[in-house]
């Protein structure tokens, strides 16, 4: 188990942070979680210290937003997200997590840009629907990154926010995806060797604040708005694919 005091000063908040983001705050706070870990300890470790907590968030989660839930979304990226951790396990040894960071990160932040550009033209914000081919891409691509570096987020966000569901469904929809997605890579953590017992008990020494920051997202989640939802939501997505490109370029470039 882990006993640095400067890991437990980066990881408590991080944790907590992740679970207001599984509480239904939604626009890829939870993506910071690893980032934040990381300025103590190496990122895969921090992958894998974070993805038990994930799983007991998820639970919270599951019964917080039980019911609601986007069925026909769920059928196309469920199926296709396994097929992206199945990629992102076999691509562990040979890709690099700084080109990983730095193509979510532009894409993130290409897309808000686009979206308050139009707001800012005042065009009017096309509704989407579900789509198998859109869908199968951006859930593969969030299965994908969510194995490497847990930052499922953006992929999905993007793909679901033009959707403009009510944010209850939005929240609930995304609860299932990442429980399903979070709960399948404890098969290749497992094989892969991330979940050793170091891991594990700095885990459990973590997870008792996984209800709490849930919770805490939940009761959030009830007294905001829609309209300041999705604006938390795009500018929190802003935001994480910012740090994520700065951090792939600086690693591409400079370690």
């Known amino acids: 188990m882990i006993t640095d005091l400067y890991f437990y000063l980066a990881a408590i908040p991080a ?15 939870g993506i910071l979680a690893v980032p934040i870990m990381s300025l103590v300890i190496s990122p895969f470790q921090a992958a894998a210290i974070m993805l038990p907590i994930l799983c007991v968030m998820d639970l ?24 992206g951790i199945v990629f992102g396990a076999f691509s562990f040894h040979y890709l690099s997590e700084a080109h990983i960071k730095l193509l979510i990160g532009a894409i993130a932040v290409l897309f808000t840009v686009n979206y308050w550009g139009r707001k800012i033209r005042r065009k009017a914000d096309k509704k989407t629907e579900a789509n198998t081919l859109r869908g199968g891409f951006w859930g593969t691509l969030a299965g994908f990154t969510s194995f490497s570096v847990h930052a499922g987020g953006p992929p999905i966000n993007i793909y679901l926010l033009p959707q403009q569901m009510d944010k209850t469904l939005f929240a609930g929809t995304t609860v299932i995806f990442f429980a399903v997605v979070n709960f399948t890579k404890l098969v290749p953590y497992s094989m892969l060797g991330l ?25 959030l989640h009830h007294r905001i708005n829609e309209f300041w939802f999705y604006l938390i939501c795009y500018g929190l997505l802003f935001l994480t694919g910012m740090k994520l490109s700065y951090e792939g370029i600086n690693e591409l470039l400079f370690v």
Request: charged share 10%.
């Open 15 to 29: 944790v907590l942070i992740v679970g207001i983001s599984k509480g239904g705050m939604g626009g890829g706070l």
């Open 60 to 83: 919270v989660g599951l019964w917080g937003f039980r019911g609601t839930y986007d069925k026909t979304n769920l059928k196309v990226i469920l199926p296709a997200a396994v097929v």
């Open 195 to 219: 979940l050793e017992y170091s891991n594990l008990m700095t885990s459990l020494a973590l997870v008792a604040l996984a209800p709490v920051g849930v919770y805490l997202g939940i009761y």
